[in-house]
């Protein structure tokens, strides 16, 4: 079946404590993609990466970071989290930036 | 800050009539257009998307670009109580690889 996963789907952690977000996708896409959601504000792109060691920021990539070794593989990292990053975080994937995304079931991000 | 902008909504239709949701983007450079669909709880999911001017369809959804207005809308015939979710519109801009979402409209679809 054609999945983006993401794990894990819950987190709750204490602030400056070093986390990974993970990200996969099996459909060989090139463009995969992190969004944080909050209420009020809709989704917004963190950072992308456009195919394998290739990556770039989106709107709102202070505080992460993420690397690009394979092509199925996008991990978000939040070295020092902090309460701000509370939030919903999306991985998505496509075969080409201008086609679909198609999105990880989320990860649920509490820091306390 | 390149935006796109929505209504928030709710707007709230009775079933079987003609919902009509729309977005504004202001990046100029932006292609292609592209409308979510996303349940409460849920990650969101393509319906359509749009790069030329005009009107495109796929069954009961009609989406409309109007690249001189910078105006995206989606049209959902005939609607029905599971089409009560939030819509998402974002833009994509080739230049940059940067998608764009607007913060999306509520759609109650009322039995």
């Known amino acids: 079946e054609a999945q983006v996963t993401q794990n894990p789907r819950y987190l709750i952690t204490v602030t400056g404590k070093k986390l990974t977000v993970t990200c996969s996708q099996n459909m060989n896409h090139e463009y995969m993609s992190w969004y944080r959601q909050d209420p009020g504000l809709g989704l917004r792109q963190i950072y992308y990466s456009m195919n394998v060691e290739v990556t770039d920021k989106g709107d709102v990539p202070e505080g992460y970071k993420v690397s690009r070794k394979e092509k199925r593989n996008f991990p978000l990292i939040l070295e020092s989290p902090s309460p701000n990053q509370t939030s919903l975080y999306f991985c998505?994937?496509?075969?080409?930036?201008?086609?679909?995304?198609?999105f990880g079931p989320g990860t649920r991000l509490t820091v306390l | 800050q390149k935006e796109v902008e929505q209504n928030s909504g709710p707007l709230s239709v009775p079933e079987g009539a003609i919902a009509s949701l729309n977005c504004t983007y202001s990046d100029r450079g932006s292609q292609s257009f592209f409308w979510y669909r996303q349940y409460s709880g849920k990650s969101p999911e393509l319906i359509m998307f749009?790069?030329?001017?005009g009107d495109k369809e796929d069954g009961r959804f009609t989406a409309q670009l109007n690249k001189a207005s910078q105006y995206v809308s989606l049209l959902i015939r005939d609607s029905q109580p599971s089409d009560s979710a939030t819509y998402l519109c974002?833009?994509?801009?080739?230049?940059?690889?940067?998608?764009?979402f607007g913060t999306g409209t509520r759609l109650k679809v009322l039995a």
């Open positions: 974002a833009g994509y801009t080739s230049g940059t690889y940067k998608y764009i």
């Open positions: 998505a994937s496509g075969d080409r930036g201008h086609v679909e995304q198609f």
């Open positions: 749009i790069y030329s001017n």
